[in-house]
Every structure is written in C-alpha cells, then in structure tokens.
C-alpha cells in the first residue's frame, strides 16, 4: 500500500508535540479524512482515544510511542517513515459493542476496543448475575466488579484483575471478575467471540454499579449486555519485528 498522504496527530505531552512538529516539516500533514495512514504519537491512552476519534474513517492508524506504556504503538523514530509504513502488517481489531440500561429505564451504547467492565459505585460490593447467550452461567457474583476484554485488551486492565491475556485471532473473549468476594475461588471464564454477555445488576438501588467502555462511564446500570461487534472493523499498522500478536504471546512468558 502506498502512503502518499499522511495525517499525524499526538497527545498534548512535550515529546509528542516536538515530534508532532518534526514529522510535520519533513513529511507533510494531511486531514485524517483524506489522508492514505494516520500516524498517533503518543501512549496506548492516545491511541486508544485516535481509535474512537476516527474509527468511520476506515483509515489505517500506526502509532508511534511518545507516552507511557506503548503497548499498542511502535518505537519512534523521525527516520525512514515511508519505508516503515510500508512494511507495516495489518492487524484488524473489532470493538465490543455495549448496550446498557440505566435505572431510568435509558439505553446507553458505546463502543470498547480494551473492555467494558462493571464497578461498584459505593462501600458495598455488588451483586451480579451472569448470562451468557440467555443462559444463567452464575446465580450471583459478589464482587467490586467484573469486565470482559478483547484480546487486543487482555494485556490491559484484565491482566491487571488476574484474567488471561487471549492471543489474536483465538475466537474468545475473557470474562473476569474484579475482586470477587462469593463465589471467592471464580476467577472468570473464556467465551466464545460471538456469545452476548449479559450482566444483571442485583439489588441496583442498594448496591449500585457503573458501567465504563474504555472511557465512556455510565452510571447506575441495571442491565449491560455485551457482545463483538463484527460489523465495525480497526486496522493497527505494527512493525513486522514486533506486532502485536508477538507482544501479546511474549507477555504470557514475562517473569
């Protein structure tokens, strides 16, 4: 693929701007709906936000890391830019697509490239009963909360609550709770990539829960349900040295 025209937007840190300003001079920006590639520079935070902030544009996005982590981004460097991005392997990411009812009875939809998790709002713990596919899997988790994460995901909050990190391309989703407290030895499960999880809030006035994809909270949810969403397709340009099923598969052999 030929990158003629390139938009290149970055975080608002120091590096990144220097670098936005750099990258601009040498090879030209683009308006990001115009453009062949974006190229974000910035941290997985920033590329997580480009993701949303572009995600009808069926543009490729390659990252570059001027940030923290830098899990989902490549090294950075000013040099041989073109040359890169046409080595670039795709790596295409479908979104969980959350659906959740408010007390109020509203119906809130947002869209998660990492995961959509539930949190308890208050002092108490809550209370949660797990269908998947219309089923009930688990009568009640008491907990302060429970997520499930894409694979592209697994590396981030989800391996932070203990639950698996899940290779590219596996056909699974992780369900994993967040400090579970009844059942004390469930530690989450793996289902399949087109299961509907559907999370039911018990006791939702005494106990209440919020509901967050990626960034988007929304608060005193009765109800969420959760599911892939096929339809709407990301493509991540990564360095064929280190992409980012080689990350993910490296992460499970970290000591």
């Known amino acids: 693929m030929k990158f003629a025209k390139i938009a290149f937007v970055a975080t608002d840190n120091e590096a990144a701007q220097r670098a936005l300003r750099h990258l601009n ?18 941290g997985d935070g920033f590329m997580l ?9 069926e543009v490729p996005i390659y990252g570059m890391n001027r940030g923290t982590v830098g899990f989902l981004m490549n090294a950075y460097s000013e040099t ?24 109020d009875r509203k119906v809130h939809e947002a869209l ?3 995961e959509v998790s539930l949190l308890r709002e208050t002092r108490q713990a ?10 009930v899997r688990l009568e009640e988790l008491i907990c302060d909360g429970v997520l499930v994460a894409t694979p592209a995901g697994s590396t981030a909050y989800n391996l932070s609550a203990h639950g698996p990190i899940v290779p590219l391309g596996a056909g699974v989703l992780a369900l994993t709770s967040i400090s579970a407290f009844r059942p004390r030895r ?3 499960a793996l289902v399949s990539h087109k299961s509907t999880v ?16 990626d960034y988007t909270e929304v608060r005193d949810v009765v109800q969420v349900e959760i599911r892939e969403d096929r339809n709407v397709g990301l493509d ?20």
């Open 186 to 188: 469930w530690r989450g």
């Open 80 to 103: 041989d830019l073109l040359n890169r991005l046409e080595r670039a392997q795709t790596v295409r990411l479908h979104p969980l697509a959350m659906a959740a009812v408010t007390a």
């Open 198 to 213: 559907c999370l039911e809030i018990l006791e939702h006035e005494k106990r209440p829960v919020s509901a967050v994809a």
């Open 49 to 57: 936000e480009t993701l949303h902030r572009h995600i009808d544009c």
């Open 25 to 42: 001079h040498t090879y030209g920006q683009a308006p990001p709906e115009e453009a062949d590639v974006i190229v974000a520079l910035g």
């Open 112 to 114: 998660a490239i990492n």
């Open 126 to 135: 809550a209370k949660i009963r797990i269908r998947i596919d219309g089923r």
């Open 236 to 255: 991540l340009l990564f360095d064929p040295e280190h992409n980012l099923e080689e990350r993910i598969l490296a992460e499970q052999f970290l000591p």
